[in-house]
């Protein structure tokens, strides 16, 4: 690794064909920190957009836009995300991830105005997840939920 860049030189294989050896050199920018210091990034070998993570997906390192990769809530459904909604709050509130367990305590230091506003939004998305499941059932012809 020097100042600027760094050199890979690894092989590579895909889906069954010979080993290539490839060598690839991935740059580096530097940019100035608020309160002092620097933030170093890499620059995409394709786009050489400045970049945090560089994915190794085939033969080269690139960023996740020259991939093509969406970000994992792109791909969420309505009911993906109420799931996620409500549990993140579960746990702000130091409650089971466990959607059928109520919650029961507020966290010491928690205002209660919070845990109260908290506990209504995790209801709410919890109930917008049972409604959308119930439906979907209702869709598939699944009328008994024992």
């Known amino acids: 690794m020097e100042q600027d860049r ?19 050199t991935v740059w580096f920018d ?7 210091g620097e933030r170093l990034w890499f ?11 560089l994915y190794g997906l085939g033969p080269r390192f ?3 836009h020259c ?8 791909n969420e459904t309505f009911i993906d ?3 996620r909604k409500a549990r993140r709050i579960r746990q702000r509130l130091q409650a089971s991830t466990d959607l059928t367990e109520p919650v029961w305590r507020k966290p010491k ?7 109260d506003r908290l506990v209504r939004e995790e209801e709410s998305a919890n109930q917008a997840f049972n409604l959308v499941m119930a439906l979907k059932m209702k869709f598939w012809g699944i009328n008994d939920f024992n």
């Not at 050199?7 to 490839?22: F, K, M, N, S």
């Open 109 to 115: 230091g928690m205002h209660r105005k919070t845990f």
């Open 67 to 74: 991939y093509r990769l969406p970000y994992g809530s792109q």
């Open 43 to 53: 620059l995409c070998p394709d786009c050489r957009k400045r970049v945090a993570v």
């Open 81 to 83: 995300r109420m799931m």
């Open 6 to 24: 760094l050199v890979l030189i690894y092989c590579y294989r895909a889906h069954g064909e010979g080993w290539q050896d490839i060598e690839e």
């Open 30 to 36: 530097r940019t100035p920190c608020h309160y002092g």
């Open 62 to 64: 690139l960023c996740r």
